[in-house]
């Protein structure tokens, strides 16, 4: 498993093909650990007016849960694992994004 920062961990998971299914764990707001498969959103998919505010600005990315069958906020700041390609990466806490 790969020690990185959040930005790190931001950069990584924002390159990763869209359409391409990833895993990853965070805490929620409750304080839980929740671990979710996804899949960045697609453009396309969304219908609607959408958010009134740039997510990737506040550290979030809209993703679609597989197993929730729903859209979906990741925070960067809250995440703690995630895999990629068959890569596991822990993402270090004493970093955070200036979100």
Do not use: H, Q, W
């Not at 409750?30 to 009134?52: E, F, H, P, Q, Y």
């Not at 960067?76 to 806490?93: A, I, P, Q, S």
């Amino acid at each position: 498993m790969r020690t990185i920062t959040p930005t790190e961990a931001m950069g990584k998971i924002l390159s990763f093909n869209n359409g391409r299914f990833f895993s990853v764990r965070f805490i929620k707001k409750d304080g839980s650990l929740r671990k979710m498969t996804c899949k960045k959103v697609v453009k396309k998919v969304i219908n609607g007016k959408g958010a009134k505010y740039n997510a990737l600005e506040r550290g979030y990315l809209p993703v679609y849960d597989v197993s929730k069958k729903a859209y979906r906020t990741l925070n960067f700041n809250t995440l703690t694992e995630f895999k990629l390609n068959g890569v596991d990466y822990n993402v270090n806490k004493e970093y955070s994004l200036p979100f």
